[in-house]
């Protein structure tokens, strides 16, 4: 994908935002009359209206909303994820899914840099926890949001067959670097179609964080299982009684008694267990480590997890 631009192409309004850059810790107000000043000048650049709705927002400022719609406006396919910061200004998230190109282009972006920002200093741990409740051979395995390959690491001893999928291409060209794949291919997991191919185990550690509902997908694994099929995936918990909730940090985080109803409906017996997935800000993420398996089901053969029926 096209990288979005974060320069205005602007030399004096650059120099304006860079003024507002180093002013906006202490004085918001001032930071963002610059990038308004700016923006006067380059009024359709995408980048600066995020960032003074991002100004504003953080220091309670007028006007957020209104200048995240404007860069949405400008970016449709919303790469900067405006449209997720203007629902975070609601009082209760409408949206109950990210737009495909802002997950894209956010990986694109961390791909260089992942695995240490993620193992090293964010101390990640899902896939341990996943593979911790899985028991060899895996058979043929699919790992959604295969990423750099973190859980394909865990995964690859165990596996006859493994296929990595991912949205981002520089995700897959980090993953294809450590030689652990069958095969990788690029996939945008809110869209996927029905396909023949049945795998015996799939996984998605630390995916669903930024797809948001998961009837679509729960539907389209039950489809994509072999008869008696795996499915290991961990979730972000929360206790609260939505479904799933938007976070400040712009991933969903989805509740126990979502999970159980969802793959109750779509034919699964499942098993979860608690645990902590990463560190954030220095406060633990706890998560939802799911192991479910498939029971006797008739396909959806649309994958659109809208008909889900034990056979």
């Known amino acids: 994908m096209k990288p979005i631009s974060m320069s205005s192409g602007d030399l004096l309004a650059d120099r304006r935002a860079d003024y507002a850059e180093a002013m906006v810790q202490t004085e918001p107000e001032a930071a963002a009359e610059l990038y308004e000043q700016a923006l006067e000048r380059v009024p359709d650049w995408v980048a600066g209206w995020y960032r003074l709705g991002e100004i504003r927002a953080g220091a309670g400022l007028p006007g957020a909303a209104a200048a995240f ?25 409408l949206a109950d899914a990210m737009p495909s190109a802002f997950v894209e282009t956010l990986f694109d972006q961390y791909a260089g840099g992942f695995d240490e920002a993620l ?64 095969r990788l291919l690029k996939a945008d997991l809110s869209a996927l179609a029905p396909g023949e191919t049945a795998f015996d185990l799939i996984t998605a550690a630390d995916v669903f964080a930024y797809l948001g509902a ?9 489809g994509a299982l072999a008869p008696g099929g795996r499915f290991a995936f961990s979730v972000e918990a929360h206790p609260g009684p939505e479904p799933l909730i938007l976070r400040e940090s712009r991933r969903y985080a989805h509740s126990e008694a979502y999970i159980r109803d969802l793959m109750a409906q779509a034919g699964f017996e499942v098993q979860i267990a608690r645990g902590v997935l990463r560190m954030d800000r220095g406060a633990p993420i706890e998560g939802l480590i799911v192991q479910a398996q498939l029971a006797h089901l008739r396909r959806d053969l649309q994958g659109d997890g809208e008909d889900f029926a034990l056979a």
Not at 79 to 91: F, V
Request: negative net charge.
């Open 214 to 222: 998961l009837e679509q997908i729960v539907g389209w694994v039950a």
């Open 69 to 93: 719609e404007r860069a949405l406006a400008l970016d449709p396919e919303d790469r900067l994820g405006a449209g997720l910061q203007r629902d975070l200004l609601r009082d209760t998230p």
């Open 119 to 182: 193992v090293e200093r964010l101390d990640y741990r899902a896939p341990q926890l996943l593979r911790a409740g899985l028991v060899a051979p895996y058979g043929r395995v699919l790992d959604l949001g295969c990423g750099t390959g973190l859980m394909g690491a865990e995964l690859r001893a165990g596996a006859d067959w493994l296929e990595g999928w991912d949205i981002s291409a520089e995700m897959l060209r980090e993953a294809e670097a450590k030689g652990l794949y069958d």
